[in-house]
Every structure is written in structure tokens, then in C-alpha cells.
């Protein structure tokens, strides 16, 4: 026998039924598959004793099929497992019905009701999200944000961790729909709906200011970051309206890693003129002060911006300036579409209020 030629062992086993290669056993389910891996729409006609057109209208949602036909025709495609090609429809309308959304960090609690609020936004128009983080990293945007082109999607929201979107260009001059949402795009004129950063930060500090403090901190992220920007510039007009002048010393910003925040509240907190309050200039901050506050010996006041979840529940609750994620998302991917469907004409931008929240650490009075 040719030592090349390996024949199928159909010897019984102690059983006494017979064995056949797993290696055999996949290639006849394979062959032996009228239909192979993906069945088609002419699979569906065939079984259903239809022709192709029909089909496509009962795919499609389309009129012209009688009800007994169109049952037969679903009944094949249940049995069958078939799934609509959408690259041809992409072909044919020049549409996927899918958008993207670019966020900051997918970990941050602050962008999960955003993420979702575009989401049911973009389900109730039959449009399916797809999203990334950019790590803060604007060649990482830009990198997703055009990968997200180059599949096809309809429309893009973005929170931007650059301050040049005019890699969007050729996209947006494509037809690519695009909204930016928490910071307004840099070097383009494009969408973009924000939240009251300014004046959130103003409140909050005045609000630190009625309950007696004159040494207030501020610890945000970095200076780059319009919404960081933006609120130092809230915290110097409250200051500035108050007649308090602003050491330098009661101000940081950087990055939001918790040894950065650890260090530059520790640092405010001593010496001989400390600071009596803090705004945290986010929700990370907040987190990272909060543990640092309690391991200190003097009670020092707290308004943190973002709300977020256990705020109520410490001792005293967290006062907060807490923004409407849901409501940033909703109003971005709202307005996305209507730019799909032609009826906006130009770029707006769009504001949206803040909140503050008064829980118990905003209103401490200072301890000298």
C-alpha cells in the first residue's frame, strides 16, 4: 500500500460502533450543506417556492406580497438562518444606516448616559451606533474617526481630544454628517452642543463664597481641554466678582491620574494660609479629593462638577455641578440627523445649562 494514501479507520470501536475521523465528519457537513455557510436570498426562493423579487420586497419591507406569500417566504428564512446583506443596500442608496461616536474614555460613568442617549437616538431612526474611546489622544481621534469614514458610516459625534478637525474636510464635503458634543471642534466651523461650563464653575465658587470662604482651590484637568479651560475661567470670574484675589498656589491643572490630584490637594491644604474650600474641576477629581479629605484633620468644603453615583449617600453628600449627559448625547445625535435629512442649513452651536445640587460638603463653613 502507498504510504502517501490514508484511508478512513471504520474499525469498531469496544462499542461496537464505528469511528470515523472528526476531520471527515466536518468536511461531509460541510459538502453535504445544500445551502454552504451563508444562504442567500436565492436559497429563500428556492425553498419557499417564490421568485427572487418577492423575496427581496418581504426583506425589504415592501408592499405587493400577499400575506399566505410572504409567510411561506418568512418561513424560509427563519429555517434557512438568513440575514440581509446590507453592503448591497450601502450600494444601491449610498447609506449604511450607521453612525459613529468618538468619546474621551468608554470607562468614564460620565459618558455611559451620553453613549446612550445617541444611542436610542439612533435606533429610533433605524441607524446602528458604532463607538471608540480616543484615550484623550487627538492622533488616536483622528485615526478612529477616519476609520469610521472608511467604513461608511452615515455621521460621526465626537468628543474632541484635538484642536484641528480639518482632517475632516474631505469627509464632511463627502456627506458625512458630523456633530461635536462636551467641546466645540478646532479649525472648522461644525455643530457642536456643550454644557455651561463657565457658568456651572461660577456658581459653584460663588455658591463656596456665600458660606464664608475666601481661600478657594481649584484642581482641574488639563489646561488644553476646552472644558477644563472653561471652567477656571468660571472660577476666576467668581473670584474676580467677589474681589478675591487668586494665588497661584490655589490653582492646578493637569492630568486626572489620581497621584497628580493627590499631590496638588495635599499641597493646598498645608502650609500656613490653606485653602478652606475646593472645586474639583470633574468627576475623577472629585474622587480623588474626597479620599484625600478624609484623611485630613481640618474640615475643608467640597463642590465637585459632574455628579456622580454614591454622591448622596457619603457623609456629608457631595454638593455638585452636575451637567445633563443624557441630554448632550440626545441633543448631538438629534441634530446629527437632521443634518441626514437635509433640513438644517448651518452650523450652531448649542448650550446647555448645568445644575448645582447642594448635598452637604458645598455648604461647610470654613473651620478658621
Given at each position: 500500500m502507498d504510504k502517501?494514501?490514508?484511508?478512513?479507520?471504520?474499525?469498531?470501536?469496544?462499542?461496537?460502533?464505528?469511528?470515523?475521523?472528526?476531520?471527515?465528519?466536518?468536511?461531509?457537513?460541510?459538502?453535504?450543506s445544500r445551502y454552504g455557510n451563508r444562504p442567500t436570498m436565492k436559497d429563500v426562493a428556492a425553498r419557499a417556492g417564490v421568485g427572487l423579487k418577492t423575496v427581496s420586497r418581504v426583506v425589504n419591507g415592501e408592499p405587493g406580497v400577499t400575506p399566505d406569500t410572504e409567510r411561506r417566504v418568512q418561513e424560509a428564512i427563519d429555517a434557512l438562518g438568513f440575514r440581509r446583506n446590507d453592503s448591497a443596500r450601502v450600494l444601491r442608496k449610498g447609506r449604511t444606516a450607521s453612525i459613529g461616536l468618538v468619546l474621551e474614555d468608554l470607562a468614564d460613568p460620565f459618558y455611559g448616559p451620553l453613549s446612550r442617549?445617541?444611542?436610542?437616538?439612533?435606533?429610533?431612526?433605524?441607524?446602528?451606533?458604532?463607538n471608540g474611546s480616543s484615550a484623550e489622544d487627538p492622533d488616536r481621534e483622528q485615526e478612529l474617526a477616519l476609520a469610521l469614514c472608511a467604513r461608511r458610516v452615515d455621521g460621526l459625534v465626537i468628543i474632541p481630544a484635538g484642536d484641528d478637525h480639518r482632517y475632516l474636510e474631505p469627509e464632511i464635503k463627502a456627506g458625512v454628517a458630523t456633530v461635536f458634543v462636551d467641546r466645540p471642534a478646532g479649525r472648522i466651523d461644525a455643530d457642536v452642543v456643550l454644557s455651561d461650563n463657565f457658568g456651572g464653575a461660577r456658581s459653584g465658587v460663588a455658591h463656596l463664597i456665600a458660606h464664608g470662604h475666601r481661600r478657594i482651590g481649584f484642581i482641574g484637568d488639563m489646561p488644553r481641554i476646552?472644558?477644563?479651560?472653561?471652567?477656571?475661567?468660571?472660577?476666576?470670574?467668581?473670584?474676580?466678582?467677589?474681589?478675591?484675589?487668586?494665588?497661584?498656589?490655589?490653582?492646578?491643572?493637569?492630568?486626572?491620574?489620581?497621584?497628580?490630584?493627590?499631590?496638588?490637594?495635599?499641597k493646598m491644604l498645608s502650609g500656613p494660609s490653606p485653602v478652606t474650600a475646593v472645586l474639583a474641576g470633574n468627576n475623577?477629581?472629585?474622587?480623588?479629593?474626597?479620599?484625600?479629605?478624609?484623611?485630613?484633620?481640618?474640615?475643608?468644603?467640597?463642590?465637585?462638577?459632574?455628579?456622580?453615583?454614591?454622591?448622596?449617600?457619603?457623609?456629608?453628600?457631595?454638593?455638585?455641578?452636575?451637567?445633563?449627559?443624557?441630554?448632550?448625547?440626545?441633543?448631538?445625535?438629534?441634530?446629527?440627523?437632521?443634518?441626514?435629512?437635509?433640513?438644517?442649513?448651518?452650523?450652531?452651536r448649542i448650550e446647555l445649562p448645568t445644575r448645582l445640587i447642594t448635598r452637604g460638603s458645598g455648604e461647610l463653613p470654613p473651620a478658621d
Amino acid at each position: 500500500m502507498d504510504k502517501t494514501h490514508h484511508p478512513v479507520d471504520n474499525k469498531a470501536d469496544r462499542t461496537g460502533q464505528r469511528t470515523v475521523p472528526e476531520t471527515i465528519r466536518r468536511a461531509d457537513r460541510l459538502s453535504g450543506s445544500r445551502y454552504g455557510n451563508r444562504p442567500t436570498m436565492k436559497d429563500v426562493a428556492a425553498r419557499a417556492g417564490v421568485g427572487l423579487k418577492t423575496v427581496s420586497r418581504v426583506v425589504n419591507g415592501e408592499p405587493g406580497v400577499t400575506p399566505d406569500t410572504e409567510r411561506r417566504v418568512q418561513e424560509a428564512i427563519d429555517a434557512l438562518g438568513f440575514r440581509r446583506n446590507d453592503s448591497a443596500r450601502v450600494l444601491r442608496k449610498g447609506r449604511t444606516a450607521s453612525i459613529g461616536l468618538v468619546l474621551e474614555d468608554l470607562a468614564d460613568p460620565f459618558y455611559g448616559p451620553l453613549s446612550r442617549a445617541v444611542e436610542e437616538v439612533a435606533r429610533a431612526h433605524g441607524a446602528l451606533l458604532i463607538n471608540g474611546s480616543s484615550a484623550e489622544d487627538p492622533d488616536r481621534e483622528q485615526e478612529l474617526a477616519l476609520a469610521l469614514c472608511a467604513r461608511r458610516v452615515d455621521g460621526l459625534v465626537i468628543i474632541p481630544a484635538g484642536d484641528d478637525h480639518r482632517y475632516l474636510e474631505p469627509e464632511i464635503k463627502a456627506g458625512v454628517a458630523t456633530v461635536f458634543v462636551d467641546r466645540p471642534a478646532g479649525r472648522i466651523d461644525a455643530d457642536v452642543v456643550l454644557s455651561d461650563n463657565f457658568g456651572g464653575a461660577r456658581s459653584g465658587v460663588a455658591h463656596l463664597i456665600a458660606h464664608g470662604h475666601r481661600r478657594i482651590g481649584f484642581i482641574g484637568d488639563m489646561p488644553r481641554i476646552h472644558t477644563a479651560a472653561e471652567r477656571l475661567r468660571g472660577y476666576r470670574a467668581a473670584m474676580e466678582d467677589a474681589g478675591i484675589p487668586v494665588a497661584e498656589s490655589w490653582m492646578s491643572l493637569g492630568v486626572t491620574d489620581p497621584q497628580r490630584v493627590r499631590r496638588a490637594a495635599e499641597k493646598m491644604l498645608s502650609g500656613p494660609s490653606p485653602v478652606t474650600a475646593v472645586l474639583a474641576g470633574n468627576n475623577r477629581v472629585t474622587v480623588t479629593v474626597i479620599r484625600v479629605l478624609a484623611d485630613h484633620r481640618r474640615r475643608v468644603a467640597l463642590v465637585g462638577f459632574d455628579d456622580f453615583e454614591l454622591a448622596d449617600l457619603l457623609q456629608p453628600g457631595v454638593t455638585v455641578v452636575a451637567q445633563d449627559a443624557a441630554a448632550l448625547g440626545r441633543n448631538a445625535a438629534e441634530r446629527l440627523f437632521r443634518q441626514l435629512d437635509g433640513s438644517l442649513v448651518a452650523p450652531e452651536r448649542i448650550e446647555l445649562p448645568t445644575r448645582l445640587i447642594t448635598r452637604g460638603s458645598g455648604e461647610l463653613p470654613p473651620a478658621d
